[in-house]
């Protein structure tokens, strides 16, 4: 199938473990399609958990470490040791345990004001990314992961102004608790090379589906509005979001 965004390429495994295997075969892959540092964003949230647990425990030997640069597509404004951070989570399960230097880990710097932090790290993405056409930053993966009210990063549904905000990050406000997070925005998802969702859970089945299916419910929902613009959009689902389909 083709991966154009209009037309997603979706993999399916039977479980988060099998599809997080998949996306990691993918990364393999991808990677060695190019040369020199390969910039990802990673998702935040507790889906891939899985996936940076079984990069770090089965994947040391397959991927050149030394080429993989560390962002994220968005982080929750708290101290980077606090329980709820991205960087955190991902530093634990996977970045401590690979051979990465420092200078490859590209956090938010989350001490900072939101404001602040949010257009420093448009600093750090336009410093060491690649830009397109548009003077955007290109990750050559960027992998998002969808809430349960259909928000991707951290664009939620109350806040889609920011899928076509003009700057690179922005401050974005979780609905129900209000917490302050910085998120990339629209354009510089769609200016990625590969977007790929990483979903998992019978309870996201339903707005995956609605996405999938073109569903004009779905026009609500942040992760409908991803289209890479001149890259490919996957979806890497488990059998349980993949139900409604
Ligand atoms: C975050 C994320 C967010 C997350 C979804 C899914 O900081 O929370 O980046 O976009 O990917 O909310 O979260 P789960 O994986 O926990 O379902």
């Known amino acids: 199938m083709a991966d154009s965004s209009k037309n997603p390429r979706i993999v399916v495994g039977h ?20 040369s020199g540092p390969y910039h990802v964003a990673w998702s935040g949230g507790s889906t891939p958990k899985v ?20 962002y994220w597509g968005d982080e929750r404004m708290v101290p980077h040791d606090h329980e709820e951070s991205n960087y955190r989570m991902c530093r634990a399960l996977l970045l401590d345990q690979v051979p990465v230097t420092e200078d490859q880990i590209h956090p938010v710097h989350t001490e900072l004001m939101p404001e602040i932090a949010a257009s420093d790290y448009s600093e750090t993405l336009l410093e060491n990314l690649p830009t397109n056409d548009a003077g955007l930053p290109v990750f050559d993966l960027n992998i998002l992961g969808m809430g349960d009210d259909g928000h991707t990063a951290s664009i939620f549904p109350h806040q889609m102004e920011l ?18 997070r910085v998120t990339i925005t629209g354009p510089v998802i769609n200016a990625s090379a590969k977007v790929i969702f990483l979903v998992t859970g019978a309870r996201k089945a339903e707005k995956v ?37």
């Open 51 to 70: 996936l940076f647990k079984l990069l770090a425990e089965e994947y040391l030997d397959r991927i050149d470490w030394s080429r993989l640069h560390s």
């Open 209 to 245: 589906g609605e996405i999938l299916g073109g569903s004009a419910k779905a026009e609500t929902y942040p992760a409908a509005h991803v289209q890479p613009e001149n890259g490919g959009l996957y979806w890497f689902l488990d059998e349980g979001a993949y139900s409604n389909r």
């Open 15 to 34: 479980r988060p473990a099998e599809v997080c295997k998949k996306l990691a075969d993918f990364i393999v892959d991808d990677m060695a399609k190019k």
């Open 163 to 180: 899928l076509t905000d003009k700057r690179v990050c922005a401050v974005a406000t979780h609905p129900d608790s209000g917490q302050k």
